[in-house]
């Protein structure tokens, strides 16, 4: 809390609130307008929350005017060159970095726990062959509860870290077998020797007749990948998470409601929708066409992997998959037409004045499709990529709000707009203007 206060005056009653303001340690304050209703009888008004924090948290921090983004303190761009995806979910979830012993132990624990039980395999079989992975991650994550109910007791610290674990722990082995259930092939054990993303790589693209190595730039470009996208403070699906684990709901039940947010275009589903938006432009010459389509008003279209509610600079994450995927590309023996593509997209674009007055940048979901596709990742897995990594930082939300003595439930007002209070009409008095 700041010494600094606001007032607020209702200029038909003469009455003036103070408004404290809550400080935190970056950032612009909060106004606190908890006590607005009781004094004045109004609520706040805030579609989007496009002016609302919903929480105080230590996780992740973004200046998206500045294209900052920090977690624990520590900026992205370090992470993703000295780091690691474990080491990375090791922080979220604890706040420090692990000592090399923290760190051993956390690895093996989350690698032992990559196992899910036999009877859930099942669950695969009673979908369509053809069903998208996102609608069976959705059903698949959230029987986890059905499965693990004797880690389930919320008010339990010890019960809640192990849950935090078997998700971060399962939900790969999950992942891949919803590719495996759309390519009709058997699903692969975890092999507990491998790293995080190797281990991914061998679940996705093993089969039980051959042996499979893991490429070791495929697991570095992955587990880069799995960091950038491991947390982003208060997004859709994080604030999902948090609203449905406010009322004590189930932990597999609130990340699986957190996959489901996800899947939107709007937020996770947009690193499809860019590849597909690539495919259909098809050929340079074409863009000029997609741009004006994007830039007018009537035509609902927008360029997909564009904007950000955040970030009104370039998105960090998506400097530094552009750059990898040169990496990944180089590697792979060439270019990709939808690389060059992208590329030259970004670049009108980015010379455009609508762009450039809306401050509209590339965002993580502009390039990534990319690097999975060169990786052999089909179009629909890859908000389920997205999903992996972002567990992590659904977790340590859902963990930093359980611990929180203050946690409330999310009980948000509306401004009602329906009719006024009527009485109910016999039906056969009815007209039909009633
Ligand atoms: N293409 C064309 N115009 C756009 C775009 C776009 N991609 N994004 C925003 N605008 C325009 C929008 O039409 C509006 O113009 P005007 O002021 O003339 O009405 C202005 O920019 C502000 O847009 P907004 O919809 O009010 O902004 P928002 O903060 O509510 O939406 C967004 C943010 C990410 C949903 C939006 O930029 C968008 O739909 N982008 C495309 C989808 C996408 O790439 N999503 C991934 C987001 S990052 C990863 C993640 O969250 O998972």
């Known amino acids: 809390m700041s010494d600094r206060t606001l007032k607020l005056t209702d200029q038909r009653s003469g009455k003036t609130i103070d408004l404290p303001l809550v400080k935190g340690t970056l950032g612009p304050p ?5 006590h607005i209703y009781r004094e004045l009888g109004a609520f706040s008004y805030d579609p989007g929350f496009l002016s609302t924090a919903s929480c105080q948290s230590n996780i992740t921090y973004i200046d998206g005017e500045q294209g900052i983004l920090l977690y624990r303190g520590y900026p992205i761009e370090q992470l993703a060159a000295q780091s690691t995806f474990i080491e990375v979910a090791y922080l979220l979830l604890y706040g420090e970095l692990p000592t090399a012993a923290q760190l051993e132990d956390f690895r093996r624990l989350i690698l032992h726990h990559t196992m899910i039980n036999e009877t859930l395999k099942r669950f695969f079989t009673g979908f369509y062959h053809d069903a998208h992975p996102m609608a069976v991650m959705v059903g698949v994550v959230g029987s986890l509860s059905a499965f693990y ?103 597999f039940a609130c990340i699986a409601a957190g996959i489901a947010s996800l899947w939107g275009p709007a937020h996770g589903g947009a690193n ?28 609902p279209y927008r360029l997909m992997g564009f904007g950000h509610r955040v970030y009104k600079n370039y998105d960090p994450r998506a400097r530094i998959i552009r750059s990898i995927c040169h990496e990944v590309l180089e590697s792979r023996g060439g270019s990709d037409p939808l690389f060059e593509l992208a590329l030259r997209l970004e670049e009108i674009a980015l010379n455009d004045e609508y762009f450039i007055e809306r401050k509209l940048y590339p965002n993580v979901d502009f390039y990534s499709g990319i690097i999975y596709r060169a ?10 990529m997205f999903a992996i990594a972002r567990t992590v930082g659904w977790v340590a939300h859902w963990l930093e709000m359980m611990a929180d003595p203050d946690q409330k439930i999310g009980r948000p007002r509306q401004i009602y707009t329906g009719p006024a209070q009527r009485d109910y009409v016999p039906l056969e008095k009815r007209t039909a203007s009633d």
């Open 149 to 251: 109910h004797d880690s389930t007791d919320i008010a339990n610290p010890k019960h809640r870290e192990i849950s935090a674990h078997r998700l971060i722990a399962k939900v790969p082995t999950i992942a891949a077998g919803c590719y495996k259930l759309n390519m009709g092939e058997p699903m692969m054990y975890p092999q507990n020797h491998l790293s995080y993303c190797g281990n991914f790589l061998h679940m996705m693209f093993a089969v039980p007749c051959e042996d499979y190595e893991v490429d070791p730039l495929a697991e570095r470009a992955l587990d880069i990948l799995f960091m950038l996208h491991a947390d982003h403070e208060q997004n859709a699906s994080t604030a999902t998470v948090r609203q449905a684990g406010s009322s004590g709901a189930d932990p």
């Open 272 to 299: 499809e929708a860019v590849l597909k938006m690539l495919e259909e432009i098809g050929d340079v010459r074409a863009i000029p066409r997609y741009i004006a389509r994007a830039k007018d008003r009537d035509d």
């Open 375 to 384: 990786l052999g990742v089909p179009v629909n897995m890859f908000t389920v």
């Open 30 to 34: 909060g106004i606190g307008v908890g």
